[in-house]
């Protein structure tokens, strides 16, 4: 029988992590590649992990975290969260900045990975759990907010590419 509780917030921001978490996985392959073309898969792959952590961490902080600020009393956790998504914005700034031929370019997107699965970490156990028992909030409808607001940012930064 198929689910028929309707994906919530959590639901679609989970999903981006796990694409992002693929692409990751699929950069660290290429990193260790001999192919010739790894160089420029990698600096592609770099360009769209850095783009879909970009509007991610957008989407939460324009819709997802005030509406959770406004329904639990204990903010903590969205204060570092968003802590988190500033330093992951400063290593995504620099990995966009970087020549390719930058040695350091891999070990900066490997850090930015491992930064990101611990934010995941922390939104999947501790966030969306006290999001999902938050009377106050409609994560049905809150999702459909952040995949709208998503499709236009993305739109936006494929338009200026």
């Known amino acids: 029988m198929p689910n028929s509780t309707p994906k919530d917030a959590c639901a679609l921001l989970d999903s981006d992590h796990r694409a992002v978490k693929k692409m990751f996985k699929q950069y660290e392959e290429l990193a260790s590649s001999k192919a010739r073309d790894a160089g420029a898969r990698k600096a592609e792959l770099a360009k769209e992990i850095c783009t879909q952590l970009t509007v991610h961490a957008q989407i939460e902080e ?86 709208a607001r998503k499709e236009e940012l993305l739109d936006e930064l494929t338009a200026a590419a």
Not at 73 to 79: A, Q, Y
Not at 108 to 119: A, M, T, W
Not at 122 to 143: C, Q, S, T
């Open 62 to 147: 324009e819709i997802f975290y005030p509406a959770l600020r406004e329904a639990l009393r204990d903010t903590e956790l969205l204060d570092e969260a968003e802590v988190e998504h500033q330093t992951a914005k400063d290593l995504i700034a620099q990995i966009e900045a970087m020549e390719d031929s930058q040695e350091i370019h891999d070990a900066k997107v490997k850090v930015l990975g491992e930064y990101i699965d611990h934010h995941v970490k922390e939104e999947r156990n501790e966030i969306f759990p006290k999001a999902r028992a938050a009377r106050k909030l409609d994560l049905v409808g809150m999702r459909d907010r952040l995949e």
